[in-house]
């Protein structure tokens, strides 16, 4: 993405680690209004090259001062708490733009297949760096490379809840936060509570590639820039219910994400809340959209890395509309 003068720009070093009702915004937003967001990666920017290593998740913390920055947080006009959700609309996310690489890691503690109880040692913290070429991330392996077709994303996206601010580490279904879901990419509209005055709406932690559950503990960790539009809505005129959406113009999805619950409650929240947008915005009965739902809806799953957990339940549109 070159500099463009036609779009306002919020630089990448407007971060922020918590999703904070009592922050102080970085910028102002119209309603309707396209922006280009930079975003830094979930360390800050301090990854160079492979010697840079991280032995814990306490570690990253003390040496960074956090994980997973967000580029905000960002007030938006006319945004009303409990009345009006806030939308993202993705246009473009351009991984890598100014090192031309990302990377991923393994560290204690952190990832689907660890556990802090267990009485085995976990495998020695090590970093890869990955570089991004023309949509190819160049991964390491076997004494060459591997590509793997760029699908960048934004590992993390959210609201300021309403009362205890929370680390931009964490999810909840009332910030939505770090879920991890690849289906955060361009094309994509995202639907956010507003919980406070304004929303205080921020994004980041950008992912060149990633699988379904984040299995490692790291994604393809990178810097973007990414090119959205951010407007409101009323909660009845999004059909919002409970949870925050995603939505493209070939689906319409739901996220449960929350700290510490398992993932088969997980999926059902998703679902729960996709069945009642079904029954109050598209016509749907209660039991036609249950059934409907289980023939035909997927579900997508974010993180496995406990104790965070988080999923995307969608149906196509052609069902529903």
């Known amino acids: 993405m070159s500099e463009r003068t036609d779009v306002r720009r919020i630089k990448r070093d407007q971060i922020a680690f918590f999703f904070d009702a009592q922050a102080e915004p970085v910028a102002t937003v119209k309603p309707g209004e396209r922006l280009i967001l930079e975003t830094e990666d979930a360390h800050c920017g301090h990854v160079r ?53 990302g990377y991923t890691l393994l560290s204690a503690g952190l ?45 993390t996206i959210g609201s300021a809840p309403a009362a205890e601010r929370r680390f931009t580490f964490y999810h909840g279904p009332d910030f939505m936060g770090n879920v991890d879901l690849p289906e955060v990419r361009a094309g994509s509209t995202i639907v956010l509570p507003v919980n406070v005055d304004g929303g205080l709406v921020g994004l980041g932690d950008g992912h060149a590639a990633q699988g379904h559950g984040e299995i490692s503990g790291a994604a393809i960790e990178c810097q973007t820039d990414t090119e959205v539009t951010i407007d ?78 988080s999923a995307l339940v969608r149906i196509d549109r052609r069902y529903v509309e």
Not at 271 to 280: F, K, N
């Open 49 to 101: 090259d492979a010697s840079t290593v991280y032995a814990s998740l306490g570690e990253m913390f003390e040496r960074v001062g956090g994980v997973n920055p967000i580029t905000g947080p960002l007030f938006v006009e006319e945004a009303r708490a409990g009345r009006d959700v806030i939308t993202v609309q993705i246009h473009e996310v351009v991984p890598g733009p100014v090192q031309g690489q």
């Open 232 to 309: 409101v809505m009323t909660r009845e005129e999004a059909g919002y219910v409970g949870l925050p959406q995603i939505n493209t113009d070939e689906w319409i999805g739901s996220v449960a994400g929350f700290s510490g619950v398992n993932l088969g409650d997980v999926v059902r929240a998703a679902y729960i809340d996709l069945i009642h947008r079904l029954e109050r915005q598209h016509g749907f009965t209660l039991e036609e959209a249950y059934l409907l739902t289980c023939q035909v809806a997927e579900v997508t799953i974010g993180q496995v890395v406990d104790p965070l957990y």
């Open 111 to 155: 990832g689907g297949l660890v556990s802090n109880y267990s009485l085995q040692q976990p495998l020695p913290p090590k970093m890869v760096i990955c570089k991004i070429h023309d949509g190819i991330v160049k991964f390491p392996a076997r004494g060459g490379y591997l590509d793997i077709p760029a699908r960048p994303f934004l590992g």
